[in-house]
């Protein structure tokens, strides 16, 4: 079970990175050129609110039935958070990212309200920028790529 929802959030966040960083380009690139909000640009915005919340399921299964979990009762949270591995998959990789992924659904639905296309895509470009850097921020880079 872990080793496959390991794997299945390690390959799936290929997937969220690159949907994300088109996202905000897609925006900047959008609002800079004064172009109207279109079918494809609220496709990209909804395809990379769906992807990054199927990444959320993942990274929550694979936080509980992660062995790095038993730290908690073995360790306490004292050690883990002296520990910058520990605390980085245990504390700070699940926090940030879904502090990350709330920008994206708060980003998303506001800019679904907004009427004019300048906005839709300052909103967008906002909040899903934020979110690429706070993802970008906390990704285990080492073992990912290793
Ligand atoms: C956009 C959101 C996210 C991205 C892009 C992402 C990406 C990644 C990546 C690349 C790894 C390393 C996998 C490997 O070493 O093969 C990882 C590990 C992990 N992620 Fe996420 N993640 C995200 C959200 C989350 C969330 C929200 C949680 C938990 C609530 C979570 C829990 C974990 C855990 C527990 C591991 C460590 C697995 C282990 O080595 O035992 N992730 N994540």
Redesign the pocket.
């Known amino acids: 079970m872990y080793n496959m929802v390991?794997m299945l959030?390690?390959y799936w966040?290929y997937l969220?990175?690159i949907i994300l960083v088109i996202a905000v380009v897609n925006s900047i690139v959008r609002k800079a050129g004064n172009k109207e909000y279109e079918a494809k640009d609220f496709r990209i915005a909804l395809f990379t609110l769906i992807v990054?919340h199927i990444?959320?399921l993942l990274?929550?299964i694979?936080?509980f039935v992660?062995p790095?979990f038993s730290l908690f009762s073995e360790s306490g949270m004292g050690e883990i958070m002296k520990n910058s591995v520990d605390r980085l998959?245990l504390i700070e990789?699940?926090l940030v990212?879904?502090i990350?992924?709330a920008l994206i659904t708060i980003g998303y639905s506001k800019h679904k309200k907004k009427l004019l296309s300048e906005a839709k895509f300052k909103t967008l470009a906002v909040f899903y920028t934020i979110a690429l850097v706070l993802?970008l921020s906390r990704?285990?880079w080492s073992?990912?790529l290793a």
Do not use: C, D, E, F
């Open positions: 390991k959030h390690s966040a969220v990175l990054s990444q959320l990274g929550l694979l936080y992660s790095r998959y990789h699940p990212n879904i990350a992924i993802v990704i285990p073992t990912w």
